[in-house]
């Protein structure tokens, strides 16, 4: 009798769940890509951006970036600022929108590398309730048109922009904490096809015992030396681990 | 019944936030910290500090790593632009292996409380509450220490802290010519408007910039602060507030009541 792991390829269909996953999440982006996009003419700006920060709330990084010049995303979204010196980490750190002209010095890293220059700047907090989730940029007139700064009107558009980004940003943070899980539940289950019968009856062994309890501890251990906003951010994430777990144990 | 405006003699008032230089009077700004070697400064800058995290606990220390973002010498110096005379203290809050958490904004304040500052500029804020308590705490302690916290709104007319607590100057921006005009807003939280709208302000490395936004409408009112207490002495914060509603410029004729909505 053939046994299982000779009728399917089981690690290429893992593979194929986990592409399936991440398209979920390249839609998420390409809904706040489209957002930005609808923005521009709105604000009245060549270049739009939205920037969400890392684990430690350190840098902020592009998430999605449209762009009047053909290559100058690609560029960007290797890139991040530093929040504590840069006006887009300042209005993430303190919630105030900012708009300025001329800010040549603004973090000419940016402008180093693709080549533009910032003449116009509008940097829009992205907040939900009480949090900031990120920003969002709004960058030079479009070419042709007088470089003028952003008046009140387009200030108040980026602000409404800013509004409807919260629900995609909300969404994306969702679906990247599930799509690490869903690789992680993938990933246990194809290692028991690989480890083939003899993992199949050895339930538990000692040592998955302490890799299923260590990551636990270290998290605790970890809790207690982070800083004040990394605490804030580990609560928000154990708070939607949470959720799920309970929601795992509703469906079972 | 009487207006009340009547007994108050604005254009004497008027005549004292003109002349006033802001000499002898200490400010803080508690902000990104501030390039106190900016020509437009004038040596305005007495002292610079930063709040920063030392393993898990908070030190306010000497600071001499300028302004990396920009905003607090904008700050600086359109207070500066107002009160020429004044001492400037900064004290950096925002970065500083931190991107500035509560925590930061909080020992900073503490501190500028407890160095006996005559006038407070924070212009900045949180939408969190979860500190609320604490914030609100210092604030008052402030007030009654008389010294006088002038803070900026949230641009997004979000609920922001500490621009919602009743003890100090929450302020709001809008486009004015003169940089001394205020608008009184009756019944909002956000009860003063100033100019703050490209602002030209400073800006790190002896340049200037052109700023928008309500961080930079809340020095316009410590300025004017600033300029007020150099004149009139032991003023408190339970007084300045009637000064500051006598000198707005939307001032309805006949003694009504201003509704001027919050613009931004």
């Known amino acids: 009798m053939a046994s299982a792991n000779q009728s399917a390829d089981w690690p290429a269909l893992a593979e194929m769940m986990s592409d399936r996953f991440g398209r979920l999440i390249e839609r998420v982006l390409d809904n706040l890509r489209e957002l930005l996009a609808a923005a521009r003419p709105l604000v009245n700006c060549a270049e739009s951006a939205l920037l969400v920060p890392n684990a430690k709330g350190t840098h902020l990084r592009f998430l999605v970036s449209v762009n009047s010049k053909p290559g100058v995303a690609e560029i960007v979204m290797q890139m991040s600022v530093p929040c504590d010196r840069s006006i887009a980490g300042c209005v993430f750190s303190t919630g105030q929108l900012i708009a300025m002209a001329n800010p040549d010095d603004f973090y000419q890293e940016v402008d180093q590398k693709t080549g533009l220059k910032t003449s116009e700047y509008l940097v829009t907090p992205v907040v939900d309730g009480e949090e900031i989730l990120g920003v969002a940029t709004f960058v030079n007139r479009p070419e042709g048109q007088p470089r003028e700064p952003f008046n009140q009107r387009e200030i108040e558009c980026s602000v409404r922009v800013a509004d409807l980004a919260v629900a995609g940003l909300r969404f994306y943070r969702r679906m990247l904490l599930q799509q690490k899980l869903f690789e992680s539940d993938l990933h246990r289950a194809t290692q028991r096809f690989a480890g083939g019968a003899a993992a199949a009856n050895t339930s538990l062994d000692d040592a998955t015992q302490i890799q299923d309890q260590s990551p636990l501890a270290r998290v605790i251990m970890d809790l207690e030396k982070m800083s004040p906003p990394d605490q804030e951010l580990a609560a928000d994430l154990l708070g939607v681990l949470a959720s799920h777990a309970r929601g795992n144990a509703m469906n079972w | ?264």
């Open chain 2, 1 to 264: 019944m009487i207006d009340v405006e009547e007994l108050f003699d604005v254009e004497r008032l008027w005549q004292v936030a003109r002349e006033g230089t802001g000499r002898g009077v200490k400010v803080a700004i508690v902000d990104t910290g501030v390039d106190a070697e900016h020509p437009a400064l004038e040596g305005a800058v007495k002292s610079s500090h930063e709040v920063a995290f030392r393993g898990r606990e908070l030190v306010c220390q000497p600071s001499t790593d300028g302004d990396p973002v920009g905003h607090g010498t904008a700050c600086a110096g359109i207070i500066h632009s107002l009160a020429p005379e004044a001492e400037l203290h900064s004290l950096r809050v925002i970065g500083h292996n931190a991107a500035g958490s509560l925590e930061q904004l909080l020992f900073g304040l503490k501190w500028a409380i407890d160095q006996d500052m005559h006038v407070i500029n924070l212009s900045l804020g949180t939408v969190q509450r979860r500190m609320n308590t604490a914030l609100h705490d210092l604030v008052d302690r402030a007030y009654f220490k008389s010294q006088i916290v002038v803070t900026a709104a949230n641009n997004q007319q979000h609920v922001s802290f500490p621009a919602h607590f009743a003890s100090l100057i929450a302020v709001d921006n809008q486009s004015f010519e003169d940089p001394l005009t205020i608008h009184y807003h009756l019944g909002q939280p956000i009860e003063i408007a100033a100019h703050g709208i490209y602002v030209k302000a400073p800006s790190p490395g002896g340049k200037f910039r052109w700023y928008t936004g309500t961080s930079f409408a809340c020095p316009h009112v410590t300025g004017l602060v600033a300029r007020l207490v150099s004149q009139i002495s032991g003023l408190t914060p339970f007084q300045i507030k009637p000064l500051l509603w006598c000198l707005r410029a939307n001032r309805v004729s006949g003694g009504g009541l201003e509704t001027g909505a919050i613009t931004n």
